[in-house]
Every structure is written in structure tokens, then in C-alpha cells.
């Protein structure tokens, strides 16, 4: 079992930024890959980023890519969304999802995280 919790959002205007945090625990978990997801209301979830076990490896979707950088901390257990130059159409719930293919992770991850809220004002 794994167990994500993420922390971090909050309201800013539109140009500031915020860092997500999502802290993992569980057996290995430096070995899953770690993926954020938002969903805003009304609308369907979508994927945002992705991270392989070792930070190898980074996706992003079209819209946040050149914003948003994935990072994680191994050591810490934790994984991170740093998001600049906010747009109010980045309000969402943002959540962090896990899973040991990164494949699947974009699809269809194993664990999720209860989420956190953004809203950027304009």
C-alpha cells in the first residue's frame, strides 16, 4: 500500500506561483513513478505531469508545459509541481497519483491522493 497526501495549494493571482508538495509513504515508494492530475469542476480530470521512479524521466501536458516542473526527493519520500506564471484556467483540484509503470500511470494509476486546491484569481 501506498499513501499520498498533497499539501501546498491555496489562492494567487494570475502570474504568481505555488508549489505542490505530495508526501508518499508506504513500502518502496522511491521505486513508483508520480503523477499529478487536475480536475476542475464540471470538467473531466486530466493529466498534468508525470515523473519515472528516478526522475529520469518527465511528461507534461502541452498546456503547462514551459510552467510547471515535476521534481522529487527520494530521500524525502516526496514529489513536488512547482507552477509558475499561473493562469486562472490552471483552477483546479490537483491530485498526485502513483503507480510502478509508468506507463499506466497516465491512464489508469493505482493510488491516488486526496487532493489540494488552486485557484488563481484574474
Known amino acids: 500500500q501506498v499513501q499520498l497526501v498533497e499539501s501546498g495549494g491555496g489562492l494567487v493571482q494570475a502570474g504568481g506561483s505555488l508549489r505542490l508538495s505530495c508526501a508518499a509513504s508506504?513500502?518502496?515508494?522511491?521505486?513508483?513513478?508520480i503523477a499529478w492530475f487536475r480536475q476542475a469542476p464540471g470538467k473531466e480530470r486530466e493529466f498534468v505531469a508525470s515523473i519515472s521512479w528516478n526522475g529520469g524521466r518527465m511528461y507534461y501536458a502541452d498546456s503547462v508545459k514551459g510552467r510547471f516542473t515535476v521534481s522529487r526527493d527520494n530521500a524525502k519520500n516526496t514529489a513536488y509541481l512547482q507552477m509558475d506564471n499561473l493562469k486562472p484556467e490552471d483552477t483546479a483540484g490537483y491530485y498526485c497519483?502513483?503507480?510502478?509503470?509508468?506507463?499506466?500511470?497516465?491512464?489508469?494509476?493505482?493510488?491516488w491522493g486526496q487532493g489540494t486546491q488552486v485557484t488563481v484569481s484574474s
Open positions: 508506504g513500502r518502496t515508494v522511491s521505486t513508483y513513478a
Open positions: 497519483a502513483a503507480d510502478t509503470s509508468f506507463v499506466l500511470l497516465k491512464s489508469a494509476p493505482t493510488y
